[in-house]
């Protein structure tokens, strides 16, 4: 029997697989265990179930001789530093495809809200501000017609095309391995949705010089990671009409505080990293860990490796 660090409860019944088989401890907070009580929490553990809040960097492998093996319980794992877990001979695993759908129905929904400016609508009828009917009030833009620019053309990114498929949009992508160089794609796009992976590479992707380049009527949409935003570049885009608005379902730091100067822009809509919050998903990310840690520990390799 083995020993699992558990840094939250999750959804469903997964965890009771878990303990039928090994010895879990759970940390029961609902906020992420403070460092020292992680570190100290994986001492002793030979599985770690980690979410993508969970910091598994050189210092955490270190702390833990006996781990062999790290279940993420997230598509995206830049929260793990997958080299010196390798590096100890640690297995490391996500939750790949099972959030393809709700992530790709939260970027159309972050959409929608922005091209027919629900934000604003709904505080105008809270705020009392609904006076009657305008024919030129609360304008906002079309999607048929309109194209819209998938940054990253992995699963979610096509899951995203698809649904944009049915609004008849025109889809162009741009990505590491195909599309169109990603200046053009800015050019080109009326929304830009960003589904690539968060690495030196894509960090800070959009900034001012891609927002510059975006058309001043274009939408940002951002379900991937905070980090690939420039935010401050975002805050002065928005200030200056430079994009139309920009909905954001992650932010860098995660929770963004209430006093970022970030939320004085216009134009912004911000939800708290929901891309994957429906039951069914979460209960699913669940399991994929579980399977992960259960073969891990058993000696064989992770049916869902982070690759
Ligand atoms: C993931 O799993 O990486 C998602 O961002 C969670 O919503």
């Avoid at 708290?272 to 979460?282: F, I, K, M, Y």
């Amino acid at each position: 029997m083995a020993h699992v660090f558990v840094t939250r409860q999750l959804p469903g019944d997964a965890l009771e697989r878990l303990a039928a088989e090994h010895d879990l401890e759970v940390w029961p907070g609902d906020m992420p265990p403070p460092r020292e009580t992680l570190l100290a929490g994986v001492a002793e553990a030979d599985g770690l179930l980690s979410l993508l809040v969970d910091q598994v960097d050189a210092e955490l492998i270190d702390a833990a001789p006996r781990l062999r093996a790290v279940a993420n319980y997230a598509i995206g794992f830049d929260n793990i530093d997958v080299e010196a877990a390798t590096a100890r001979g640690i297995q490391v695993g996500n939750t790949p495809d099972v959030l393809t759908d709700a992530t790709a129905d939260l970027a159309f929904a972050l959409l929608l809200a922005m091209a027919r400016r629900l934000p604003q609508g709904e505080a105008q009828v809270r705020e009392g501000r609904w006076r009657t009917w305008e024919p030129a009030g609360d304008l906002g833009a079309d999607l048929s017609g309109a194209t819209l620019g998938i940054v990253g053309r992995g699963r979610i990114g096509d899951a995203v095309a698809l649904r944009a498929d049915g609004f008849g949009m025109e889809v162009i992508a741009s990505s590491r391995r195909s599309g169109m160089p990603l200046e053009e794609l800015l050019e080109r796009a009326d929304f830009v949705s960003l589904h690539c992976p968060l690495t030196p590479a894509t960090r800070h992707l959009i900034g001012t010089e891609a927002l510059q380049r975006m058309k001043p009527s274009a939408y940002l949409v951002n379900t991937a990671r905070g980090g690939v935003v420039d935010q401050v570049a975002l805050r002065l885009a928005l200030i200056a009409g430079e994009i139309a608005g920009a909905a954001l379902d992650v932010t860098d730091p995660e929770p963004l505080p209430a006093g970022d100067p970030l939320l004085e822009a216009p134009n912004l809509l911000v939800v708290p990293h929901v891309g994957s919050a429906t039951v069914r998903t979460r209960e699913r990310m669940a399991e994929m860990a579980v399977e992960n840690l259960l073969a891990a520990l058993a000696g064989r390799p992770m049916p869902y490796p982070a690759t």
